[in-house]
């Protein structure tokens, strides 16, 4: 059995929330909306935690200035972030 290890959970619910805020995501909405449920957020937090590049996340969200279409490189999320930025 492999144990997979993970990060703070605090830490990459905020991290993923400010990615979705860079992209224009409201997962408030989105969770309003029926276009995310509940699991689904929880499931991304999930992935966000056991994602290796939080210090690229961290830059890249720093470097922000306005707007992105697309999260950061390698973003565990990219696909469902996407989704969910073409949708709102």
């Known amino acids: 059995m492999t144990v997979q290890h993970v990060g703070d959970a605090e830490l990459h619910f905020w991290l993923t929330r400010s990615v979705g805020k860079v992209m224009g995501i409201s997962f408030s909405e989105a969770m309003a909306q029926g276009r995310l449920s509940a699991q689904d957020y929880a499931s991304l937090v999930t992935a966000c935690r056991a994602c290796a590049l939080v210090e690229n996340c961290q ?12 999260p950061p490189p390698g973003c565990a999320n990219a696909k469902a972030l996407g989704t969910l930025a073409r949708g709102h």
């Open 59 to 70: 830059s890249w969200l720093g470097s922000q200035k306005s707007h992105a279409k697309l």
